[in-house]
């Protein structure tokens, strides 16, 4: 049994700081005394710990769900690359369950944090479109897989650069992403062809819109269609991020500054 | 009101009168003790009646944790339980006066212009203290849930004074019912709500202006996002609009213009 807990000793070993997620209060309180960082991610700051990181999303898998949150810690300067952090978890129940040790500088950054805080549009809007991405990647249009694209935020010059295909359905009209009857809408106009245009506050701009990005110099992994292509080029071109639920692998992508940055599993949510 | 309860005393007085006539004396103290006995019974079918209504729609479950319910918890009772045994007394009351009127105890003068005009006085009084203390707290309990986001200790003071505005009111209006002269605390309530509106008003004018500007310009949209446009010598392309301001963007620098300026100005839409 000894062997056991010197192993355990030496996993907690010299950490600079911990990270949990999504604690419940009892087990926020049993750090209180920590002197060293400590750090809570969760959805919402239900323990109203002073140093917060807030996840957009319940990132089933528990590496990425680690990853965005020390992403997010680093970037609110609250731990540094160099510390050894450990994340208390919860993987399969619903109490905390997985511990790892991690040091936050370990990953090379792969700007999701970036992706939901420093985007134009208000991370609550990314949630939203994100959100519905997923759901019409897992339900399809009548069980068929569906493609999207959604350009989200800077829509005043994505409008400016890009041309109507045909009537814009949403024109003078003022629904946002997130209100309840939203979803059922973008569903069936997501057999429209052409993008979404989604303004930095969530309103629904346009559908039908025919982007026009140059795509010149756009490096996004060989395979992914045109969609994926004016996607990159849109966000290269203006301050927006596009996300783009693909036809023919299902996989529902973020990209910001022509870069890939995200890639879901609708089926994993 | 006086005038109201002499037209109606005729025939309530005529009823007792018309009993007597009907029955013999002993008759009547029967009908009497009758009377006395289905006004209990009806007492406590409104006492029941009453609590199940206010079950049903909830109140006790809305009442819950404000001021009024956690004192009358410490006495080991509940909002709905008084609401209902008030409700009850009142039945036994009437009953009671009927009865008494029936069997000609003492003055029936007395009974009707003394009880009949403070009565239902005293009752309206004690439901509108019950009411404001609850709507009071429960208002405050809802201000302070909105303005929760807001974390600045002053926001708390808002609740603060929407409570105390409510027991105001209710305060007002029982010591109105119970006869009491509130001319002077109906005079400081005006100077009050006067100071309320035109203070608001002040503060509020250019909120108001850009609001009523935005409410045409969202139903109209005389210019949509990503239209370039010039207003007021600002020359870009529209990012957002709502109710009450325009962003409008060039070269990295966003304008974010009140509407009343937008509609005072013009707009010259630049068409390229």
């Known amino acids: ?269 | 009101m006086s005038s109201g309860h002499r037209s109606t005393y005729p025939a309530q007085i005529d009823a007792p009168g018309l009993i007597r006539d009907l029955f013999s004396e002993k008759g009547a103290v029967a009908i009497a003790v009758v009377v006395l006995v289905i006004g209990a019974i009806a007492g406590y079918l409104a006492w029941r009646g009453t609590r199940r209504f206010l079950v049903s729609q909830g109140v006790d479950d809305a009442v819950e944790g404000t001021l009024f319910e956690r004192t009358v918890n410490n006495v080991g009772l509940s909002t709905v339980g008084i609401l209902s045994q008030l409700m009850a007394l009142a039945v036994y009351i009437v009953s009671v006066i009927v009865a008494v009127n029936v069997a000609q105890l003492g003055d029936p003068q007395l009974f009707w212009t003394r009880f009949v005009d403070l009565l239902p006085r005293l009752f309206i009084a004690a439901l509108a203290i019950i009411l404001g203390l609850i709507v009071g707290d429960k208002a405050e309990l809802v201000v302070n849930e909105r303005l929760k986001s807001v974390k600045l200790p002053e926001a708390s003071l808002l609740a603060e004074v929407v409570k105390y505005s409510i027991y105001y009111i209710a305060a007002l209006v029982a010591l109105g019912q119970l006869g009491v002269a509130t001319a002077a605390l109906l005079i400081l309530l005006a100077v009050y709500a006067f100071g309320l509106v035109f203070l608001s008003g002040l503060a509020l004018k250019d909120l108001l202006a850009a609001g009523a500007a935005g409410m045409y310009l969202l139903l109209t949209q005389p210019y949509s996002i990503g239209d370039e446009v010039k207003i007021d010598g600002t020359r870009g392309i529209v990012q957002e609009i709502n109710v009450f301001v325009t962003h409008v963007e060039s070269d990295g620098e966003e304008y974010i213009i009140p509407n009343q300026r937008v509609f005072k100005s013009g707009i010259v839409r630049i068409r390229g």
Do not use: W
């Not at chain 1, 996607?231 to 022509?258: C, M, P, Q, Y």
């Open chain 1, 1 to 269: 049994m000894s062997g056991f807990e010197d192993f355990l000793d030496q996993f907690a070993a010299d950490v600079d700081g911990a990270c949990l997620f999504s604690p419940s209060s009892s087990v926020y309180e049993s750090f209180d005394d920590l002197d060293r960082p400590l750090v809570v991610v969760g959805p919402e700051n239900t323990v109203s710990a002073d140093d917060f990181v807030e996840l957009p999303l319940e990132f089933s898998n528990p590496t990425e769900r680690v990853r965005f949150g020390i992403e997010g810690a680093v970037q609110q300067g609250l731990v540094d690359e160099e510390m050894t952090l450990l994340c208390a978890l919860k993987s399969f129940g619903d109490d905390i369950d997985t511990v790892m040790r991690v040091r936050a500088g370990e990953f090379s950054r792969s700007g999701v944090y970036d992706l939901f805080v420093n985007s134009r549009a208000e991370s609550s809007v990314v949630r939203n479109v994100l959100e519905v991405a997923v759901e019409l990647g897992k339900k399809g249009q009548k069980g068929k897989p569906v493609g999207a694209l959604f350009v989200v935020g800077d829509a005043g010059k994505v409008m400016n650069k890009s041309r109507p295909l045909s009537y814009n359905p949403f024109e003078k009209s003022h629904v946002h992403v997130g209100d309840p009857i939203v979803n059922v809408m973008l569903k069936e106009f997501s057999r429209l062809d052409g993008a979404f245009v989604i303004s930095d506050s969530g309103k629904i701009v346009s559908a039908y819109r025919y982007l026009e990005p140059s795509a010149q110099g756009v490096d996004i992994p060989k395979g992914l269609g045109t969609r994926h292509m004016a996607a990159a080029g849109v966000t290269r071109d203006t301050n927006a991020i596009a996300i783009v639920l693909s036809e023919s692998d299902g996989l529902v992508r973020a990209f910001k500054g022509g870069e890939l940055i995200l890639e879901l599993d609708p089926e994993d949510y």
